[in-house]
């Protein structure tokens, strides 16, 4: 017991619950250590905290005034007893919202949580351009959701989920890709009506519909063979099911950047999902 008083004398930083910054415990904070960090590591930290202490449950710290996310508490033992838990911590960048397509798509306000981000690697634009755009991993705390194909918003920028796994630290980690702007776009879609004595289409009624537009190489998956090919500077764009009826091959949607044809479509949960070429 001398020993666990010893291990915890100088638990004296406060560190707040960062979602509720009227609860707060005792830690002793780390002095970083230049010897052992690089770019990327330059965040973390670590903290130690009594055995009967525990961390807050959506796993955030605020310590002077930076949020930091917190591993599971690993315990140091003496003589099978428990003397501190030490917590390793990564720094956030910010507040992120967490959302499903058709959850941003409908104007839900989605989950927050703090996200830092880290970059992982450049991904090699072989098909439309000679860009290198860039891959993240987004980390969070391990209690947070975040399921493959869903999203992330941080900082003004927008992150498509490719997997998440919890790390055996106890922090989520997504895989993401950061998407090119603008992703969310607010348009015209009118359907359309055949006349078969002219021959020709005409449009009904337009309707003001939010859409999500990503390149096709984000989002794209073969289900036959009949399945129509992909081409350089195609989109995949996502659009509610209430919004608009079933696009066909053929209609029209103009983008901010020009009219666009769709080539197919498909329905995927409660959004369609749209391949489209350069009209």
Request: glycine fraction near 6%; include cysteine.
């Amino acid at each position: 017991m001398r020993l666990q008083r010893a291990a915890n004398r100088y638990n004296r930083q406060d560190a707040f619950d960062s979602y509720n910054l009227a609860a707060s415990i005792k830690c002793q904070f780390e002095p970083m250590s230049f010897a052992k960090i690089d770019g990327v590591a330059v965040r973390k930290r670590q903290i130690s905290i009594a055995p009967d202490v525990s961390i807050p449950a959506r796993g955030c710290l605020t310590i002077g005034g930076e949020v930091y996310i917190c591993s599971h508490p690993a315990p140091d033992f003496w003589e099978n007893t428990v003397i501190r838990q030490t917590v390793i911590l990564q720094g956030a960048d910010g507040l992120g919202k967490l959302i499903s397509i058709a959850g941003e798509l409908s104007n839900q306000a989605g989950v927050s949580a703090y996200v830092a981000a880290v970059f992982a690697k450049y991904l090699p634009d072989q098909v439309d351009s000679s860009k290198y755009p860039p891959q993240y991993q987004l980390f969070m705390a391990g209690n947070e959701d975040a399921p493959a194909n869903s999203m992330i918003q941080l900082n003004g920028d927008w992150f498509l989920i490719k997997e998440s796994y919890l790390s055996t630290s106890g922090m989520r980690i997504a895989l993401s890709n950061l998407l090119e702007s603008p992703t969310f776009e607010t348009v015209l879609f009118g359907d359309k009506v055949y006349d078969p004595i002219t021959d020709t289409y005409s449009t009904a009624s337009s309707t003001a519909v939010k859409m999500m537009r990503v390149k096709w190489s984000e989002h794209y998956e073969y289900l036959t063979v009949n399945t129509a090919k992909y081409e350089t500077g195609d989109l995949q764009l996502f659009v509610l099911q209430s919004a608009i009826s079933e696009p066909v091959s053929g209609d029209t949607i103009t983008l901010s950047d020009g009219l666009w044809k769709v080539i197919s479509s498909r329905l995927e949960g409660t959004t369609w999902s749209i391949h489209v070429r350069r009209s």
